[in-house]
């Protein structure tokens, strides 16, 4: 048996796993790998279920599922993820219903209609190369249990994804350069037979080039509004994903930046003229201060010092009613040589920046 990796405290050093072979075997690696972890925030989830709903976990999961066909839509579309989530609850001892709920994040939001959750994503294309990054922000009760899928396959390029313990995950990039950052638009319309967000991040990541990314994210019916940035070594895409549709940014633009609002959606700007939800989650705030910090950016560095701006909201602090925290940041450099990664797996400012190192050789 492998050691357990135990939970993790704010500002610690989150576990990096290292997971290769098919879905099921890297499910395995990471339900054991981080068993114990896993069991903690589960119970956590479960608990912030109960507190929003007013209904127990159980009953929650068993309402949500029974009213999707989001696991039948994983079974066909993406077999090999969905074997993965098989893998994770098996070897982690949690309920399979429970584990597939867990990694349905942003439409499990959408069904209990939880709001306030925010992210903010920069893009900017130089004559050196493509820079990527976000803050990823998530209910504080998620804090603490963040970890590094590396993954590597004979298939698929080498991958460096952000998750949480027990999800598939949030963000990532390869070592082809295909980067995918996302941000959720929760005005847009969702569906509850479309292909999971958790898991359009991972399909995307297994594309070797940027139009191979866009070509994939046009082919699947979407289940949650969502917004993906997604870079290589010669640009940035942006599209704006819903249920009834996808819409890409209409003009090219050097720099990127999205926050929690659509922006290029046909009707857009009567869906971000909703008040509530918007500023409570503070979407209007970073974009304005993000459109104004990114033109002055000329190093890598000095973004990640924009992530850890508690003032503008960047960085997000829990604070009554909105009891959302900044989970994780990524930034990513895609060179025509290199592609540096760099991950901060809690709060910028608070837990330190780390690069994460390829095994596999740059294809230049």
């Not at 939970?7 to 997971?19: C, K, N, R, S, Y």
């Not at 209904?55 to 993965?84: K, N, Q």
């Not at 479309?194 to 994939?216: D, H, K, S």
Request: aromatic content about 6%.
């Amino acid at each position: 048996m492998k050691p357990q990796a135990d939970a993790i405290d704010a500002g610690g050093a989150a576990p990096i796993i290292e997971l290769s072979g098919d879905g099921l075997t890297r499910g395995r690696t990471h339900g054991e790998a981080v068993r114990t972890l896993i069991a903690t925030s589960m119970e956590r989830w479960r608990d912030r279920i109960a507190q929003l709903t007013g209904r127990s976990s159980d009953e929650h999961v068993a309402r949500f599922l029974g009213a999707s066909r989001l696991i039948d839509t994983v079974r066909t579309g993406s077999p090999d993820l969905y074997d993965e989530v098989l893998g994770i609850a098996e070897a982690s001892g949690q309920p399979l219903d429970d584990m597939f709920a867990y990694n349905f994040m942003d439409e499990e939001w959408r069904y209990s209609g939880t709001s306030a959750i925010g992210c903010s994503v920069v893009g900017i294309e130089g004559e050196r190369g493509v820079l990527l990054g976000q803050n990823m922000d998530l209910p504080v009760s998620m804090d603490g249990s963040q970890v590094l899928l590396h993954i590597r396959g004979d298939a698929d390029p080498e991958q460096f994804v952000a998750s949480a313990a027990g999800m598939i995950g949030v963000l990532g990039v390869n070592r082809e350069g295909v980067a995918c950052c996302v941000n959720t638009l929760a005005q847009l319309p969702s569906a509850l037979d479309g292909m999971p967000v958790a898991f359009i991040v991972r399909e995307v990541l297994r594309r070797r080039t940027r139009p191979e990314a866009g070509a994939y994210l046009r082919s699947v019916k979407h289940a949650s509004g969502q917004h993906y940035a997604i870079a290589d070594r010669h640009g940035i895409d942006s599209y704006e994903a819903s249920s009834v549709g996808i819409a890409a940014r209409p003009i090219s633009n050097p720099r990127l930046v999205h926050t929690n609002h659509p922006l290029w959606t046909p009707g857009s700007a009567e869906l971000a003229a909703k008040p509530e939800e918007l500023e409570l989650s503070g979407t209007r705030s970073r974009y304005n201060y993000l459109s104004v910090a990114v033109p002055q950016i000329r190093e890598a560095a000095e973004l990640e010092s924009v992530f850890a701006s508690r003032d503008s909201g960047v960085c997000v602090t829990p604070r009554p009613p909105r009891m959302t925290s900044t989970f994780c940041g990524a930034l990513f450099e895609i060179g025509q040589d290199e592609v540096r990664v760099r991950f901060v797996l809690g709060q910028p400012g608070v837990v330190e920046w780390k690069t994460a190192p390829w095994i596999t050789p740059a294809r230049v």
